[in-house]
């Protein structure tokens, strides 16, 4: 049963998208649409009738939906996860990135100790969003404890002392040989 | 022949390399558009010859039924779906070509004037030359007819396909005229790269005796760098290289704008560069749209009911996003009325090598609260089964087990339909297609 709603949906848009207007033309701009998307601008009723008379304009509606739902879904970001790789194994680690290639963790030794630092790849799909939201991030090793707890610096940066007393590579082979950058949710 | 620049070769000048030109959202410009034609007129004769050869003798009355020349070639499409031809890919979308003909078929039944103009055509033939489908070549006039008229609707297509895909007008006409100027580029491409043999030609092009290989020669990579003014005078030279009138220098009216701005041919020209860049760089771009998802229904109901509310005084309580289905206002037929098996059916589906329960298998596999079950309340489960195979086609994820042909895997065909609801084919069309459009007058809000 439960597929049946989704053949209906299914049925639902290609009826509306099959449907043609002999001298069909966009009846609404891009932009009193993408308005009327992102809820910033009602359509008048006016409007209303002309986008459910035109297909034309309604077959631009929906490619601007899929748009801007695709644009929302790059946007959106849950957590990337990396492992230790085999490279990366030996005593000095110095790097190590998340499979999504949208993070990297750098080690730093220095007077004895380490300090790590969490950085963002300006091209990962999320990055604006996040420099401007600023949420707060995490890094959790493969038991779950934190490695580092904080906000992005202006250079999408975050940096801390390691804070514990293994080093980074022995540390990260104990525990699963894997981590992962989450958002904390408060 | 430069009324006929249906696809343009690459310009290494390898046959089998033909490309085709790429516009945001089009579909039928590509390298498969020749199959996709070819198949079309196949099908189309197929169908003609067995199922209209009645009307064909009285061409006025083809004008009233579409319906029934669709039916008959996506029948016949769909029989030759699995041969080379029809399952090779057709753009770079990876539509096969035999995906492309069907939605162009689909695309005639919601387009009557085409239709009707085909229907003229076939029956100004009629009075000049009577049967002529019967007579020796009549075949090969039937099939004219038929490539022009889906000649002029992949344009018409392609045409809306790009206007929905980047949000700018487009009309046929322009659709036809960058297919000139990307098969005009290709040309000239080609004529460059044999610049030895085509020095005198090439010098025409450019505006200036060839001396030695000229720059431009070497830095035109792609469509983006030929300019307007080598497409005008290629086309003004044409005559006296190659025999025949450039196609912005024919007598016909169909360039004539075009051939007076020249600043319109580089955008043109630009356009078609830049979105073949973006779109071999860019993948997941262009295939934005393949998504099937019907997600951006619920947007188009929360727009409504957002313009909705804006526009009275007060929320309205009758547009409630809660209450959007139309349906009819009478409940519909209790389900438990219809569960009892008819002895009648049981034998009917079994000679149809159906489960001999299909019937009461597939109704029991329906939501009776679905909208289209609600909608089509008073319609018989195989015309519900009809709509879905028109609409959606014979496979869907979404289908249930059900309703599916053990043989096949698809829904049952029309054919088997009309049996199982014993009525006869036509009837069957009838009345799936008035379910059709009371489903569309219930789709729109």
């Not at chain 2, 189309?44 to 199922?51: G, I, V």
């Not at chain 2, 589906?349 to 309340?377: H, K």
Request: one cysteine or more; charged letters at 25%; hydrophobic letters at 45%.
């Amino acid at each position: 049963m439960k597929t049946l709603p989704e053949t209906d949906r299914k049925l639902r848009a290609k009826l509306l998208l099959a449907r043609r207007v002999e001298g069909d033309r966009l009846m609404l701009a891009d932009a009193v649409l993408s308005a009327a998307l992102d809820g910033s601008r009602a359509l008048s009723a006016n409007e209303r009738a002309a986008l459910d008379q035109s297909p034309l304009t309604l077959r631009r509606f929906r490619q601007l939906s899929i748009q801007r739902r695709a644009a929302a879904s790059r946007e959106a970001w849950n957590g990337s996860r990396g492992m230790l790789r085999a490279a990366s194994t030996s005593a000095e680690l110095e790097e190590l990135a998340t499979d999504d290639r949208c993070w990297a963790l750098h080690f730093v030794a220095q007077d004895g100790a380490w300090r790590i630092i969490l950085s963002l790849a300006a091209e990962a799909p999320f990055a604006a969003r996040l420099m401007r939201e600023q949420p707060l991030l995490r890094v959790i090793d493969g038991g779950g404890a934190i490695v580092l707890q904080g906000r992005l610096d202006a250079d999408g940066e975050c940096e801390a002392a390691w804070p514990f007393e293994t080093a980074p590579a022995p540390h990260f082979q104990q525990f699963g040989a894997a981590f992962a950058v989450e958002p904390v949710d408060l | 022949m430069w009324h006929d620049f249906s696809v343009r070769q690459k310009a290494g000048g390898h046959d089998q390399d033909e490309e085709g030109m790429r516009l945001p959202g089009t579909r039928y410009q590509e390298h498969g558009w020749e199959q996709v034609r070819k198949l079309l007129g196949q099908c189309s004769l197929h169908a003609l010859a067995r199922t209209d050869l009645a009307l064909l003798a009285d061409p006025e009355a083809l004008a009233g039924m579409p319906g029934e020349y669709v039916d008959g070639v996506a029948e016949a499409l769909r029989a030759t779906g699995r041969s080379a031809r029809a399952g090779a890919d057709g753009n770079s979308y990876g539509d096969s070509v035999c995906e492309l003909a069907l939605a162009l078929v689909y695309e005639l039944q919601a387009r009557p004037a085409d239709w009707n103009a085909f229907c003229a055509a076939v029956a100004a033939e009629y009075r000049r030359l009577g049967a002529f489908w019967l007579a020796a070549g009549g075949e090969a006039i039937l099939r004219k007819k038929v490539n022009d008229m889906y000649a002029v609707l992949r344009d018409k297509v392609d045409a809306d396909n790009y206007t929905a895909a980047c949000g700018r007008g487009c009309s046929p006409n322009k659709i036809y005229a960058y297919r000139m100027l990307d098969t005009a580029y290709g040309e000239i491409a080609r004529i460059f790269g044999a610049w030895r043999e085509n020095a005198a030609q090439i010098g025409a092009i450019l505006g200036q005796p060839l001396d030695a290989v000229p720059i431009e020669v070497r830095q035109m990579r792609s469509i983006g760098a030929c300019k307007a003014e080598w497409i005008l005078r290629w086309s003004e030279t044409l005559e006296r290289f190659g025999g025949a009138p450039g196609p912005l220098h024919t007598r016909s009216k169909r360039f004539a704008s075009l051939k007076n701005s020249p600043e319109k041919i580089q955008a043109m020209l630009a356009e078609i560069g830049d979105y073949e860049e973006l779109s071999a760089n860019r993948d997941q771009d262009w295939l934005l749209d393949a998504g099937e998802a019907a997600d951006w229904l619920d947007d188009y109901q929360r727009v409504l009911n957002e313009s909705a509310e804006a526009a009275s005084d007060g929320p309205d309580q009758l547009q409630d996003a809660a209450d959007d289905d139309s349906g009819p206002a009478e409940p519909p037929p209790d389900a438990a009325s219809e569960e009892a098996e008819d002895p009648a059916a049981i034998e009917i589906a079994a000679g149809l090598s159906l489960p001999p329960r299909f019937m009461q298998l597939a109704r029991g596999a329906q939501d009776n609260g679905s909208w289209t079950v609600r909608t089509l309340a008073s319609d018989s489960l195989p015309v519900r089964l009809a709509v879905y195979l028109k609409m959606m086609g014979a496979a869907d994820d979404s289908y249930p087990g059900e309703w599916l042909d053990p043989a096949t895997g698809e829904l049952p065909t029309m054919q088997q339909l009309a049996v199982l609801d014993q009525v006869s084919l036509p009837t069957l069309r009838k009345r799936r297609d008035a379910a059709i459009a009371a489903l569309l007058a219930a789709a729109r809000p």
